[in-house]
Antibody, heavy 120, light 109 residues
Framework: QVQLVQSGGDLVKPGGSLRISCAASGFVFGDYYMSWIRQAPGKGLEWVSFISTSSTYTNYADSVKGRFTISRDNAKNSLYLQMDSLRVEDTAVYYC?????????????WGQGTLVTVSS | EIVLTQSPATLSVSPGERATLSCRASQSVSGYLVWYQQKPGQAPRLLISDASNRATGVPARFSVSGSGTDFTLTISSLEPEDFAVYYCQQRSAWPPVYTFGQGTKLEIK
């Protein structure tokens, strides 16, 4: 069955960096666009970033553009989010998510979430 | 960029009653407008993508309607496990930008 298993969370100081990962199994990872979505404590869902199947195309929410970098390694069935210049407002649970089809509009599978806390 | 506005923010309904949740888009949605359910401490779960596509395991009491800018999720007869937060979501064509509504919390009255 489809599984998205995310790395553990961490506490980072403002201005610091962190890379989180998502290991996929149970499907042909390289056939699917992937995204990161986050949820600040007690708040709603915010899409963060998208990457195409061969990494040719990426896109970011304005709130993270220039600070976050999405990447993938299809040989390792893994998705990554490099987060630099972290701010207190980046504190959130980060989810990796897979769409219904390769280039589908919505997400059928989600990771378990990674808590990123940015605090001094 | 399309903005999705959900109403109400909180809906208090008794078990067995009907719940109607609204999602309004700032401009017409050309692709899918879908709904997720999220319970505390869990990842969101896809509920329904259109009138004929409920996700696996989603009971028939969940239904959707609407098009263009106004969409509705209806739960016909609430069960205890339905009390959760519900989000609508759509995607722009290209480059992909996925937009979520701010959520409706469905609570027990």
């Amino acid at each position: 069955q489809v599984q998205l298993v995310q790395s553990g969370g961490d506490l980072v100081k403002p201005g610091g960096s962190l890379r989180i990962s998502c290991a996929a199994s149970g499907f042909v990872f390289g056939d699917y666009y992937m995204s990161w979505i986050r949820q600040a404590p007690g708040k709603g869902l915010e899409w963060v970033s998208f990457i195409s199947t061969s990494s040719t195309y990426t896109n970011y929410a304005d709130s993270v553009k220039g600070r976050f970098t999405i990447s993938r390694d299809n040989a390792k069935n893994s998705l990554y989010l490099q987060m630099d210049s972290l701010r207190v407002e980046d504190t959130a649970v980060y989810y990796c998510a897979r769409p219904c089809g390769g280039n589908c509009d919505y997400f059928t599978h989600w990771g378990q979430g990674t808590l990123v806390t940015v605090s001094s | 960029e399309i903005v999705l506005t959900q109403s109400p923010a909180t809906l208090s309904v008794s078990p067995g009653e009907r719940a109607t949740l609204s999602c309004r888009a700032s401009q017409s949605v050309s692709g899918y407008l879908v709904w997720y359910q999220q319970k505390p401490g869990q990842a969101p779960r896809l509920l329904i993508s259109d009138a004929s596509n409920r996700a696996t395991g989603v009971p028939a009491r969940f239904s959707v309607s609407g098009s263009g800018t106004d969409f509705t999720l209806t739960i016909s007869s609430l069960e205890p496990e339905d009390f959760a937060v519900y989000y609508c979501q759509q995607r722009s064509a290209w480059p992909p930008v996925y937009t979520f509504g701010q959520g409706t919390k469905l609570e027990i009255k």
